[in-house]
Antibody, heavy 122, light 110 residues
Framework: QLQLQESGPRLVKPSETLSLTCTVS??????????WVWIRQPPGKGLEWIGS???????YYSPSLKSRVTISVDTSKNQFSLKLRSVTAADTAVYFC??????????????WGQGTLVTVSS | EIVLTQSPGTLSLSPGERATLSCGAS???????LAWYQQKPGQAPRLLIY???SRATGIPNRFSGSGSGTDFTLTISRLEPEDFAVYYC???????????FGPGTKVDIK
């Protein structure tokens, strides 16, 4: 059974960089049939896609966040990571990592991490 | 960039009733890339429907999806107590790699 687990600081100061890592277990991240995805959800609000990465390092970012986001992959550790620069209180959210199929059509998100709340505050 | 809208924002129903949730797209969406998710408080979303109408593994057959083009529907034939949650539609690929979610419909107990 595939499992994804987010890790990283839960509190980040304004203007600093939010850094999270997703560790994948129960399966390999090194597959061309999947993208690895970051999604966030501000408290009480809906889901927002941040970006995706393939095992080979091809990246796709949300146009609204593209200027501040970097997603990377470490296949040796079966992990992928998120960096979001210059954060403000508006970046306070539950951050989810997930797996998105790429062998379709159809394509969809089939596995999610439990999510981690990151608060931006001084 | 395709924008997804969902209606209604909130649906108040009783157990046993039928729920009909709508997802609209600002441009035509390939049915192959339209999915529905259920999210309960404090939990990650769960895949319900993919390819607009295919149920994910383990999803009860009271959940069904339909639609094409710019109009998609998620139907819950008879609401069970565990179905009261927020439901999101999602599309993929309007631009390479782009994923978009709708704002969600909350189904709550009347």
């Amino acid at each position: 059974q595939l499992q994804l687990q987010e890790s990283g600081p839960r509190l980040v100061k304004p203007s600093e960089t939010l850094s999270l890592t997703c560790t994948v277990s129960g399966g390999s991240i090194s597959s061309s049939t999947y993208f690895w995805v970051w999604i966030r959800q501000p408290p009480g609000k809906g889901l927002e896609w941040i970006g995706s990465i393939s095992y080979s390092g091809s990246t796709y970012y949300s146009p609204s966040l593209k200027s501040r986001v970097t997603i990377s992959v470490d296949t040796s550790k079966n992990q992928f990571s998120l960096k979001l620069r210059s954060v403000t209180a508006a970046d306070t959210a539950v951050y989810f990592c997930a797996r998105h199929t790429n062998f379709g059509p159809p394509n969809y998100i089939d596995y999610w991490g439990q999510g981690t709340l990151v608060t931006v505050s001084s | 960039e395709i924008v997804l809208t969902q209606s209604p924002g909130t649906l108040s129903l009783s157990p046993g009733e039928r729920a009909t949730l709508s997802c609209g797209a600002s441009q035509s969406v390939s049915s192959s890339y339209l999915a529905w998710y259920q999210q309960k408080p404090g939990q990650a979303p769960r895949l319900l429907i993919y390819g607009a109408s295919s149920r994910a593994t383990g999803i009860p057959n009271r959940f069904s999806g339909s639609g094409s083009g710019t109009d998609f529907t998620l139907t819950i034939s008879r609401l069970e107590p565990e179905d009261f949650a927020v439901y999101y539609c999602q599309q993929y690929g309007s631009s390479p790699g782009l994923i978009t979610f709708g704002p969600g419909t909350k189904v709550d107990i009347k």
